[in-house]
């Protein structure tokens, strides 16, 4: 059972472009998101964060997007550079009955054409 | 600035055999965690550390034993290795829950 999913595995994008990751989860639990950055031969990287109270959150070229209702969050890059072809996870976190959780999911891989 | 480190990077392993990744951070952080990436699947957590002497068991702990020796260090145990647990393992570390994972930058283990 996937709480939390990135349907596209892969994404292709010309450099200058708009570049927009998807990520879907399914518990109501989960009131914090995070997106990381993950090149190969390295561990992935924390990029953006966002609380469920916000809607959006940017930093320079990155903007995290958070619809509640739909249970789905976005990751915007603008303009794309070469330089942010990458694997992108979004992971959900929250408090359940089991504990502090933070679940992942399978990543999107990013290229960027120059 | 070395942030979160792990040892080793590659390693092959035959069924059966047992090993220890190694992992140290120095950003002073309480809580440490090992994780394990396998293809088409999020990273999922093996055991954790809120703080030091304390562990707890993850999503996947079967087959897996840890050691949190100090605020520095978090390492991980295999006492028989088995083929599933062919991975790469992602050592992390983080300040509170704002602020993110620090990841190591992984150990491939393959088990033949």
């Known amino acids: 059972d996937q709480q939390v999913k990135q349907n596209s595995p892969s994404l292709s994008v010309q450099e200058g472009r708009i570049s927009i990751l998807n990520c879907d989860y399914t518990n109501s639990m989960f ?9 190969p031969a390295e ?9 469920s109270i916000k809607d959006k959150n940017e930093d ?3 903007t995290v997007f958070l619809n509640k209702s739909a249970k789905h969050l976005s990751l915007h890059i603008v303009p794309s550079q070469p330089g942010d072809s990458a694997v992108y996870f979004c992971a959900a976190e929250g408090e359940d009955t089991g504990g502090f959780k933070t679940i992942f999911g399978a990543g999107t891989r990013l290229f960027v054409k120059a | ?23 140290a951070q120095d950003m002073n952080h309480n ?3 090992w994780y394990r990436q396998d293809p088409g699947m999020g990273l ?21 034993n840890v050691s949190r ?9 295999l006492e028989s290795a ?20 620090t990841f190591g930058s992984g150990t491939r283990l393959t088990v033949v």
């Open chain 2, 31 to 33: 809580s440490m965690y």
């Open chain 2, 69 to 77: 020796l100090n605020k520095r260090e978090f390492s991980l145990r």
């Open chain 2, 82 to 101: 088995a083929p599933s647990q062919t991975s790469v393992y992602f050592c992390a570390s983080r300040p509170d829950w704002v602020s993110g994972y």
């Open chain 1, 60 to 62: 320079g070229r990155f």
């Open chain 1, 31 to 39: 009131d914090y998101f995070l997106w990381y950055k993950k090149y």
């Open chain 2, 1 to 23: 600035n070395a942030g979160v480190t792990q040892t080793p990077k590659f390693q092959v392993l035959k069924t059966g055999q047992s090993m220890t990744l190694q992992c």
């Open chain 2, 44 to 64: 999922r957590l093996i055991y954790y550390s809120a703080s030091e002497g304390t562990t707890d068991k993850g999503e996947v702990p079967n087959g897996y």
């Open chain 1, 43 to 51: 561990g992935p990287t924390f990029l953006i964060s966002i609380s």
